[in-house]
């Protein structure tokens, strides 16, 4: 599976952003996949996950009730829509895939196979 993340930018407080990952390969539809960021100086976070089927997301404290995961298996496309951003979201955002074994997302970073290059969000306040 390889990934491409995009959508990033420059934004102002408060405002919202959609980020999107496009995949491709043949096993997209049966790999959980989530979103991760890193900013500057710090480890990377895990952000939000959804299963292969889009059933079930989860999200990491900092973005719940702000940000939603989904996906479009017939465009092997997932995104994460972000709202009401602060400047404490500024970070590289990373799109990642599991294995298609693995049919659920987790929060840590090494359980993923497949990443990314990574986008560019900066809120500034």
């Known amino acids: 599976v390889q990934l491409q993340a995009s959508g990033g930018g420059l934004v102002q407080a408060g405002d919202s952003l959609r980020l999107s990952c496009a995949a491709s390969?043949?096993?997209?539809?049966?790999?959980?996949m989530g979103w991760f960021r890193q900013a500057p100086g710090k480890e990377r976070e895990f952000v939000a996950g959804i299963s292969w089927s889009g059933g079930s997301t989860y999200y990491g404290d900092s973005v719940k009730g702000r940000f939603t995961i989904s996906r479009d298996n017939a465009k092997n496309t997932v995104y994460l829509q972000m709202n009401s951003l602060k400047p404490e979201d500024t970070a590289v955002y990373y799109c990642?895939?599991?294995?298609?074994?693995?049919?659920?997302?987790?929060?840590?970073?090494?359980?993923?196979?497949?990443w990314g290059q990574g986008t560019l969000v900066t809120v500034s306040s």
């Open positions: 990642a895939a599991r294995d298609s074994r693995w049919p659920v997302p987790v929060t840590r970073a090494g359980a993923y196979d497949y």
């Open positions: 390969g043949r096993t997209f539809s049966r790999n959980a």
